[in-house]
């Protein structure tokens, strides 16, 4: 079975590295859109594993009151040699078979074995055609495609030729990524030909994610001029404020760097490049209509609205041409 075919709305929260944690995929999932994190938003595997089983706990005993079903969670797991935590946070995945696990830096086919074999899928983020047609062949059941303007590690490609080029090749679950903040946004998705919409930086804007007020006020202050795609944080292009971006002593004259990513062999590397990204603030040029901070409750309560006018607003069209 289709474990997204009861959806509240075609949506996943993306995995925020230090932004989402149990709270705010807990209130996505109890409200119907896919709820995600990154494993490494934990400090350790046994800590991961407790989130991991809060998270299992709270929808479970959310199921058994309330006898509606909750959407399906997923892990970000980062597959690449420089995290050595990899094995055995995959591990956790497997013991409670956690529904969805999310890819980045390398698709890799025993990977999405283990997960196959407990029932659950795997998706991948990819930025270009080559990506894709890897993690195609490594049989994973999902691409997310993230676009140009998306916050985080973003691409450059528009998701128009992006997602049927993609298409042309792949015909399973493709999701769309960059610069998604309304429900609107979301209809417009499934208009262009993704199959769910992923979005990010819109849920920064929540009371249950873990970031500073400051940080939420500058997403509602900013407009998509002040996102600034650069590698100057970490030798890894990627969207962020520009206040930010100089709030954290990077004036303009640095933000074409194109630095080697270096992340070293060790944790403590991915520890300093965290440090980075706690205090330089990453966001999509969706905030340009991201105007407050809303519980998931009431935010996906507004977006089922505006996806529905959306979607009645492009049948309306029919009556005309």
């Not at 997204?4 to 807990?26: D, E, Y």
């Not at 890799?108 to 795997?122: C, M, N």
Request: aromatic share 8%; proline share 4%.
């Amino acid at each position: 079975m289709n474990p997204f075919q009861n959806l509240n709305l075609p949506v996943v929260v993306a995995p925020m590295f230090l932004i989402s944690g149990p709270q705010l995929v807990i209130e996505c999932c109890k409200n119907g859109i896919v709820g995600t994190f990154p494993a490494l938003n934990h400090r350790t595997t046994e800590g991961f594993e407790e989130w991991v089983v809060q998270i299992k706990n709270e929808l479970a005993t959310f199921e058994k009151e309330t006898g509606k079903k909750a959407a399906p969670f997923g892990v970000n797991l980062i597959v690449h040699q420089t995290n050595p935590r990899v094995m055995a946070d995959l591990q956790v995945i497997i013991k409670h078979q956690v529904p969805l696990v999310i890819t980045s830096l390398g698709a890799v086919s025993d990977l999405v074995t283990a997960v196959h074999s407990y029932g659950g899928l795997v998706f991948h983020d990819v930025i270009k055609k080559r990506h894709a047609e890897k993690a195609a062949e490594a049989g994973v059941d999902g691409l997310i495609l993230v676009c140009a303007g998306a916050g985080g590690h973003a691409g450059t490609l528009n998701p128009i030729p992006f997602v049927q080029e993609i298409r042309s090749f792949f015909d399973k679950t493709i999701l769309l990524s960059g610069s998604l903040s309304s429900g609107a946004d979301v209809a417009s998705s499934m208009q262009i030909g993704a199959d769910l919409a992923y979005m990010g930086t819109r849920f920064i804007n929540t009371t249950e994610a873990y970031v500073d007020k400051e940080y939420q006020e500058m997403i509602i202050e900013s407009e998509t001029s002040d996102i600034v795609y650069t590698a100057a944080v970490s030798g890894v292009l990627a969207n962020f404020m520009s206040k930010s971006l100089e709030e954290a002593g990077i004036p303009k004259q640095m933000w074409e760097s194109k630095a080697k990513i270096d992340f070293g062999k060790e944790l403590d590397a991915a520890q300093a490049e965290a440090k980075a990204w706690k205090t330089i603030w990453s966001a999509g040029q969706g905030v340009t209509t991201i105007h407050d901070v809303l519980p998931v409750e009431d935010l996906v309560a507004r977006m089922k609205i505006e996806f529905r006018e959306a979607i009645q607003k492009q049948y309306e069209l029919l009556k005309v041409y």
